[in-house]
């Protein structure tokens, strides 16, 4: 075995160092996933809001959009 790899250990300001990189790193990656999940929620939010106001047009009433509501229902 090769004695240069025995020899090798890390100070404490190198674990500081790995692990402040590594605490950035997980941050900066959890909000570009919440970011993303939070914009696909509007997107999907604006898409059923539009096929509503068609299916409102369509319909020439309120019964469709009280049925996708579920207010109609009573």
Do not use: P
Not at 66 to 73: K, R, S, V
């Amino acid at each position: 075995m090769d004695d240069n790899h025995d020899n090798r250990l890390l100070s404490d300001s190198d674990v500081n160092a790995i692990v402040t990189q590594l605490k950035a790193q997980l941050l900066s990656d959890f909000q570009v996933n919440v970011g993303k999940g939070v914009l696909d929620w509007i997107k999907k939010a604006v898409l059923v809001l539009l096929f509503a106001l068609a299916l409102k047009g369509i319909s020439g009433d309120r019964a469709v959009l009280e049925a996708m509501t579920m207010q109609g229902a009573k």
